[in-house]
């Protein structure tokens, strides 16, 4: 079953503008990944954020993780067309070790 | 990322049919999975490898098995393919200890069962 679960499912923006997405998750953690994936292709990481960090930049990235509220957003701030993909969320199964387990994804269009 | 390739791309298949994906990396990780992804349902692990005398199932491991053959490759195989299991095939490797780290993920496989 899936750990992580983004929202919205489905967000599009102007150029530009700030995309922002949600991830929530079930149960304790070690770090939380997000990965792009443009149609098709396959995932490729942008950014993991450890249990004991709150906030972290990349770029245009700024990732921020609650694991009181067990929840991380993804910020993409002035978005550009080429921005448009699926983001996905995965965590790591604390106890389970079973790899990482990914949400279902937010797809994220951006037009110009 | 090229350093994991997948082949075939593409494959079409019938009902009942013994087909095999395979998955080579030159990334020198020791970890490596199988995805499937389906519309609507992000990514299900089918099966995960931590070294080449190591092999775990995943969430989704029933019609699949899978044999890693060295460090560099990891392949799936369905013994007897069934329409449902139609659905875009990734490999993916990590590196370090802990399988709680980056993934790098191949091109995919897009496979279709009639």
């Known amino acids: 079953s899936q750990q992580g679960e983004e929202d919205p499912q489905a967000l599009s923006i102007q150029e530009g503008e700030n995309a922002t997405m949600n991830c929530s998750y079930k149960?304790?953690?070690?770090?939380l990944q997000w990965y792009r994936q443009n149609s098709g292709r396959g995932l490729v990481h942008l950014i993991l954020?450890?249990?004991?960090?709150r906030e972290k930049h990349s770029g245009r990235l700024r990732v921020t993780l609650d694991t009181s509220k067990k929840s991380s957003s993804l910020l993409i701030t002035a978005s550009r067309a080429a921005d448009t993909a699926s983001y996905f969320c995965?965590?790591?199964?604390?106890?389970?070790?079973?790899?990482?387990?990914f949400g279902k994804g937010t797809t994220l269009s951006v037009s110009s | 990322d090229a350093d994991v390739t997948q082949t075939p791309r593409n494959r079409i298949t019938k009902t009942g049919k013994r087909i095999m994906l395979e998955c080579s990396q030159t990334?020198?990780?020791?970890?490596m999975y199988w995805y499937r992804q389906d519309p609507g349902l992000g990514l299900r692990l089918i099966y995960y490898?931590?070294?080449?005398?190591?092999?775990n199932k995943g969430e989704i491991s029933d019609g699949y098995s899978v044999s890693r053959q060295a460090q560099a490759k990891f392949s799936l195989s369905l013994e007897s393919a069934i329409p449902n299991q139609t659905a875009l095939y990734f490999c993916?490797?990590?590196?370090?200890?802990?399988?709680?780290?980056?993934?790098?993920f191949g091109p995919g496989t897009r496979l279709l069962v009639l």
């Open positions: 954020i450890r249990s004991n960090e």
């Open positions: 993916a490797t990590s590196g370090d200890r802990g399988p709680r780290e980056t993934q790098y």
């Open positions: 490898s931590f070294d080449v005398k190591d092999i």
């Open positions: 995965a965590t790591d199964a604390y106890q389970a070790g079973t790899a990482l387990i």
């Open positions: 149960t304790s953690i070690n770090n």
């Open positions: 990334k020198g990780h020791d970890r």
